[in-house]
C-alpha cells in the first residue's frame, strides 16, 4: 500500500502548513502582510516544547490531560506574543511591515534555535538534547479503531487530535471569513479601510484581533510539528522553510482556508515526492524539492493574468492605514 | 424624558504627523532607541547568562574589535551585508518590495562557482575572472528581472513572487552541490580549486579581505551618486511616490521597474560573486546566510542612504559579532545573536514612530 502510506505522509507534512496558511489568511485579511510566520511557528513550537520540558522535569508521572494543556497553552501564549510585537510595531507605531516581518522572522527562529540548543543547559539538567517521549506520546493519540479500518483509516483516522484540529480551524475560519459579519468587516478592512472606517468599524482593533488570532493559530503548526511529526524530539533548523511555503499556500489558496486544506494535503505531497520516486539520486531529489515553490510561482501569474476579481489578494494588503494620511 | 446632549468623549491622546523634524532630533531618537534596545538586551543577557551585563558588553566588544584578525571579519561582514543592501535599495525606493536578494545572491554566487569548476582550467586567470564577474552579474540580473517583468506587464505581486524565488534558488545550488560534492555524495563542494587558485580574487598585500571591501564601497559610492543624481534615479524615486504620477509626467513605468530591478539583481549577482570568488571559494546553500533578509532591514532603517547603511550594516554586524562571541564565552548556543539582533531590530523600528509623529495628550478642560 505505497498509496496509502505516501498520502498519510503527505496529510502529515501538510498539517503545520494548514495551521501556518489559515493563520496567514486571517492575518492577510485585514491587509497585514505577516512575513513573521516562519518565526511565529518556531516560537509556538519551542514554548510548547519549553512547557513540556519544565512539567516533565517536575513531575513523577505525567498526566496525560495536563501534558496536553500546558504546552499548548505555552505555545498560544508565545506565539500571541509575537502577533502582539507585530501588530504593536504595524498597527499603533505603523512601522513598515515587510520590514518587521523579517525582523520577527530573525527573531522567532533565532529564539526558537537558542532555546532548542540551550535549555538543558539553562535548567541545569544534564539531559544532552530534548527529546519528550511522554508528551509526544500524549499528543499522539489517535483514534483506536484506526488500525482495523484498512487503508481508509490509515489515511485518515490514523492522526493526532491536532490534526483534526487544524481542518476543523481552517472550515469555521472559513465560514466566519465568508458567511458572517465579522467576517465581512474582516474583509472590508483589508480590502479598503478607508471605507471600513468610514462605515464605523475600528480597522485597528480588527488588524489587531486578525493578527494575534492568526499568530496563535499559526503557532500550532509549530507545535503540531514538533509533538506529532518529530515524535517530540527538536532539532534546530529541523522546521526547516515550512513557514514560507505556508505563506505560498496562502497564495495557492486564493485566500480560502477550505481550499487550504487539499492545498495543504498537495504541498505536503510535493514536499515528500521525491521520496517515492525510483531511481532517483541525491541531487535529483533536491530538484524535486522545488516543486512547491514553482507550482506557486506559477499559479501566482496565472491569478495575475486572469484577473479575476475573486482571487486577488486583498487590495490593501501590505499597505499601512493613517486615518489621518487619506 | 429629555435626553441628555450627546458629548463626544475626547480620546486620551491623539496622533499627529510632524512636519519636518531637525535632523539632530531624529538621530537623537534613533541612538535613544539603540541605547534602551542595549540596556533591554543586556537585562535580557543578564536574566539568560547571570553574568554581569557591563562584562556581556566589554565581551561584545571584544569579540567585534578584540584582534586584527577580527577587525578584518567585522569589516569583511559589513562589507557583504552593505553590498546586498545597497542592491535591494534602488527596488525599495521604487517601492518594489524586492525579498528575494538571498536568491539574487545565491544564483550570482552559483555562477561564479560554476565558472571556477567548468572553466578553471581552461581559460587564463585574467580571462577567467572576468568571465565570473559577467556571468554572475547575469545570473543575479536574470533572477530578478523575471519577477519585474510580471510584475510591470500583470501586477503580479513582487513580495510573493521574489520570495518563492529564494527557494527555488536554494534548491538549484542543493542540485549543483550534490553534482559537483568532493568527495563523491558527501553533499559539500570543499574549497574550489584549492592548488591552482583559478578564479580566485586577487589578494591586495597580505589582507585577505580588502579588494571585496574596496569593491563594495565604490558600488556603496556609485549607487549614492546615482540615486541622487541622476536622471533615472529622480524616475526611481517619483515612481515610488506615486506611478500615476511617473506616468502622468511620461516616465515610461514599466520599463523604469524592470530597469531598476536589473540593476537591483546585477548587484546582488556581484556580491554572490564576492562570496564565493572573494571570500569563501567554495558554494552551499548557506552562502548568502540570510543576508537577503537582513539587508532589507539595513536598507530600511538607513532610510534607503546608501551612505547611512555604511552605519546600520555596521551596526549589524557588530551585533552578530559580538553575540557570537557572547555565546562562545558563556557557553549559550549561538543563534543568541539573532535574538539580540531581533530586539535591536523592533526597538530601531518602533523609534521611526516618534519621528514621523507626535502624541497630543488630551488637554485639561479649563475649570469653570
Not at chain 2, 571585496?212 to 515612481?239: D, P, R
Amino acid at each position: 500500500m505505497i498509496w496509502a502510506g505516501f498520502l498519510q505522509r503527505a496529510i502529515m507534512q501538510g498539517i503545520p502548513l494548514l495551521y501556518g496558511s489559515t493563520g496567514e489568511i486571517i492575518t492577510e485579511k485585514s491587509g497585514n502582510l505577516n512575513l513573521g510566520i516562519p518565526g511565529i511557528m518556531y516560537v509556538g513550537g519551542i514554548s510548547g516544547v519549553i512547557g513540556a520540558f519544565l512539567y516533565e522535569q517536575n513531575t513523577a508521572s505525567v498526566n496525560p490531560v495536563l501534558a496536553v494543556l500546558i504546552p499548548l497553552v505555552c505555545s498560544m501564549l508565545g506565539s500571541l506574543l509575537m502577533g502582539l510585537i507585530y501588530s504593536f510595531l504595524t498597527v499603533s507605531l505603523r512601522a513598515n511591515q515587510n520590514v518587521t516581518g523579517l525582523a520577527l522572522t530573525t527573531f522567532g527562529v533565532g529564539f526558537g534555535n537558542f532555546f532548542g540548543g540551550s535549555l538543558s543547559k539553562l535548567t541545569g539538567s544534564d539531559i544532552p538534547s530534548i527529546s519528550l517521549t511522554a508528551t509526544s506520546n500524549c499528543f499522539r493519540t489517535s483514534l483506536p479503531f484506526a488500525e482495523k479500518c484498512g487503508w481508509f483509516g490509515q489515511v485518515f483516522l490514523s492522526h493526532s487530535f491536532l490534526a483534526y484540529a487544524a481542518v476543523i480551524i481552517a472550515v469555521v475560519t472559513s465560514l466566519i471569513l465568508s458567511r458572517t459579519r465579522v467576517g465581512l468587516h474582516l474583509r472590508a478592512v483589508g480590502e479598503n479601510p478607508a471605507t471600513a472606517d468610514a462605515a464605523g468599524i475600528n480597522v485597528g482593533r480588527y488588524k489587531y484581533f486578525a493578527t494575534c488570532i492568526g499568530s496563535v493559530i499559526a503557532g500550532l503548526g509549530g507545535l503540531y510539528y514538533v509533538m506529532d511529526y518529530a515524535n517530540g524530539v527538536w532539532s534546530n533548523d529541523g522546521f526547516g522553510d515550512r513557514g514560507w511555503l505556508a505563506i505560498a499556500l496562502v497564495i495557492f489558496a486564493v485566500w480560502r482556508p477550505n481550499i487550504s486544506i487539499f492545498g495543504s494535503i498537495l504541498f505536503g505531497g510535493l514536499y515528500i515526492v521525491h521520496n517515492y520516486i525510483p531511481g532517483l539520486d541525491v541531487s535529483g531529489q533536491e530538484l524535486f524539492k522545488m516543486l512547491p515553490y514553482v507550482v506557486t510561482i506559477l499559479f501566482l501569474v496565472f491569478i495575475s493574468m486572469r484577473r479575476k476579481r475573486e482571487a486577488q489578494p486583498p487590495a490593501h494588503l501590505g499597505l499601512p492605514y493613517f486615518r489621518e494620511e487619506r | 424624558m429629555p435626553q441628555k446632549p450627546h458629548k463626544a468623549k475626547e480620546p486620551l491622546f491623539h496622533i499627529a504627523k510632524r512636519d519636518a523634524i531637525v535632523w539632530w532630533k531624529a538621530w537623537g531618537i534613533r541612538i535613544a532607541a539603540i541605547l534602551i534596545a542595549l540596556v533591554f538586551s543586556g537585562v535580557v543577557s543578564y536574566l539568560l547568562t547571570g553574568e554581569n551585563p557591563l562584562r556581556i558588553y566589554a565581551k561584545m566588544l571584544e569579540g567585534a574589535f578584540g584582534t586584527q584578525r577580527r577587525v578584518w571579519g567585522l569589516l569583511q561582514n559589513l562589507a557583504m551585508l552593505l553590498c546586498v543592501s545597497v542592491a535591494v535599495t534602488p527596488a525599495f525606493k521604487m517601492r518594489f518590495w524586492n525579498i528575494g536578494a538571498e536568491g539574487q545572491v545565491l544564483v550570482g554566487g552559483l555562477a561564479s562557482a560554476a565558472c571556477m569548476i567548468l572553466l578553471g582550467d581552461k581559460l587564463p586567470n585574467a580571462v577567467l575572472l572576468i568571465v565570473i564577474l559577467a556571468a554572475s552579474i547575469l545570473a543575479g540580473a536574470v533572477w530578478a528581472v523575471i519577477p519585474a517583468v510580471f510584475r510591470a506587464k500583470w501586477m503580479t505581486n513582487e513580495t510573493l513572487f521574489t520570495l518563492m524565488m529564494n527557494y527555488i534558488a536554494i534548491q538549484l545550488v542543493s542540485f549543483f552541490v550534490y553534482k559537483w560534492s568532493v568527495p563523491k555524495g558527501s553533499g559539500q563542494v570543499g574549497v574550489i580549486n584549492r592548488a591552482t587558485h583559478a578564479g580566485w580574487l586577487p589578494v591586495i598585500g597580505r589582507y585577505d579581505y580588502l579588494l571585496n571591501i574596496l569593491i563594495v564601497a565604490a558600488i556603496t559610492f556609485i549607487m549614492y551618486v546615482y540615486l541622487k543624481y541622476s536622471k533615472q534615479g529622480y524616475e526611481i524615486a517619483v515612481v515610488g511616490e506615486s506611478e500615476n504620477t511617473a506616468r502622468y509626467i511620461g516616465i515610461p513605468v514599466q520599463k523604469v521597474i524592470i530597469r531598476t530591478m536589473l540593476i537591483s539583481g546585477a548587484i546582488c549577482g556581484i556580491a554572490g560573486m564576492l562570496l564565493v570568488s572573494g571570500t569563501d571559494h567554495t558554494i552551499s546553500r548557506d552562502t548568502a546566510a540570510g543576508r537577503g533578509f537582513t539587508a532589507i532591514m539595513v536598507s530600511w532603517l538607513a532610510k534607503f542612504n546608501p551612505i547611512f547603511m555604511v552605519l546600520t550594516s555596521f551596526l549589524i554586524a557588530f551585533l552578530e559579532k559580538g553575540a557570537t562571541e557572547i555565546s562562545t564565552a558563556f557557553g549559550l548556543n549561538e543563534s543568541f545573536s539573532d535574538i539580540i539582533t531581533g530586539i535591536i531590530i523592533f526597538f530601531i523600528i518602533g523609534c521611526e514612530f516618534f519621528i514621523q509623529y507626535t502624541v497630543k495628550f488630551r488637554e485639561k478642560e479649563a475649570a469653570k
